[in-house]
């Protein structure tokens, strides 16, 4: 597609729950990346995706957050037993290649009650 | 690791006037940085970058400059809009070349 895509765009789920959080990067793009940003809060880095390298995993807050991304194509971004405080926008973005800028998705919006 | 800092956190201008964002980064070996907008409810977008083998790259109204030896770069707007009113975002790569992003400006621009 011309854009990263996520989905939802929404998502409210009960505390203790699973969500999982889907990311369609630019096709071609080699590299993504996920990032959280709190209501009015800066872009807190997840994990990174580089072609067929080992992600980078050193943001994930705990190990309740997990990612997983296919070949170069589509990624998933799963919170398991979810908290009030993982409530907060959920970023993907790609880029052509490492050290290139990045295109944003639109975000899921997650709500913990 | 790398870290940014950002400078104002806010920054509130008269319609006209030029504004100056700031940023300073940690890591030497830093090569590339960005600079995003983030109007409310919406994605960051990305609206001028510079990497380190240039000191000075411009785009209309908005230019940025980079100082490697004092490792700091600088965002700046001329003849500032309403619509330019948002959270602007510098970032600077790290050792694995993701970004690592400054806490950003809130920048409101007063008609």
């Known amino acids: 597609g011309a854009g990263v895509s996520q989905s939802p765009s929404n998502k409210v789920t009960e505390k203790g729950k699973d969500v999982e959080l889907r990311c369609d990067p630019i096709s071609g793009h080699t590299a993504l990346y996920w990032y959280r940003q709190r209501l009015g809060q800066g872009l807190e880095f997840l994990i990174y995706?580089?072609?067929?390298?080992?992600?980078?995993k050193s943001g994930l807050p705990s190990d309740r957050f997990s990612a997983e991304r296919t070949g170069e194509s589509v990624s998933t971004l799963t919170i398991q037993r979810t908290q009030q405080e993982d409530s907060a926008v959920y970023l993907c973005?790609?880029?052509?290649?490492?050290?290139?800028?990045?295109?944003f998705g639109s975000g899921t919006r997650l709500t913990v009650v | 690791g790398e870290n940014v800092e950002q400078h104002p956190s806010t920054l509130s201008v008269q319609e006209g006037d030029s504004a100056v964002i700031k940023c300073t980064y940690s890591?030497?070996?830093?090569?590339?940085f960005p600079w995003y907008k983030q109007e409310l409810g919406k994605r960051p977008q990305l609206i001028i970058d510079?990497?380190?083998?240039?000191g000075e790259k411009k785009d209309q109204r908005i230019a940025v400059t980079l100082n490697k030896t004092a490792k700091h770069f600088s965002l700046h707007i001329t003849e500032t809009q309403p619509e330019d009113s948002a959270v602007y975002f510098c970032?600077?790569?790290?050792?694995?070349?993701?970004?690592?992003f400054g806490s950003g400006t809130r920048l409101l621009v007063r008609p």
């Open positions: 995706f580089q072609g067929n390298s080992a992600p980078d």
């Open positions: 970032a600077g790569t790290d050792s694995s070349y993701k970004l690592i």
């Open positions: 510079i990497r380190s083998n240039v």
């Open positions: 890591d030497s070996a830093s090569n590339y």
């Open positions: 973005a790609s880029s052509f290649s490492a050290n290139y800028g990045y295109t």
